[in-house]
């Protein structure tokens, strides 16, 4: 649990970690809510869990590929927050 963190940290440095874990956290959270329904929905059509799991595979394949094509932002940018 703590390698997560530290490479969060590393690539978007220590100043803005909490803004962007908590941005990502959000993100999943309201994933992790709306999924399972979505994929009970796709069950009560399809009457298997089929389709459920080939969306679910895209998607994991999908962010994985665009995890491994990131580049990490340019240190010394100013934002409008600082």
């Given at each position: 649990?703590?390698?997560?963190?530290?490479?969060?940290?590393?690539?978007?440095?220590?100043?803005?970690?909490g803004?962007?874990?908590?941005?990502?956290?959000?993100?999943?959270?309201?994933?992790?809510?709306?999924?399972?329904?979505?994929?009970?929905?796709?069950?009560?059509?399809?009457?298997?869990?089929?389709?459920?799991?080939?969306?679910?595979?895209?998607?994991?394949?999908?962010?994985?590929?665009?995890?491994?094509?990131?580049?990490?932002?340019?240190?010394?940018?100013?934002?409008?927050?600082?």
């Amino acid at each position: 649990m703590v390698l997560p963190e530290v490479l969060w940290a590393n690539y978007f440095g220590r100043r803005s970690l909490g803004r962007v874990r908590g941005l990502g956290l959000l993100i999943s959270q309201v994933m992790a809510a709306f999924g399972p329904p979505f994929f009970g929905f796709l069950f009560d059509i399809t009457n298997g869990y089929g389709l459920s799991f080939a969306i679910f595979g895209c998607a994991l394949i999908t962010s994985a590929f665009l995890s491994l094509m990131l580049k990490p932002p340019m240190k010394g940018i100013k934002t409008m927050a600082e």
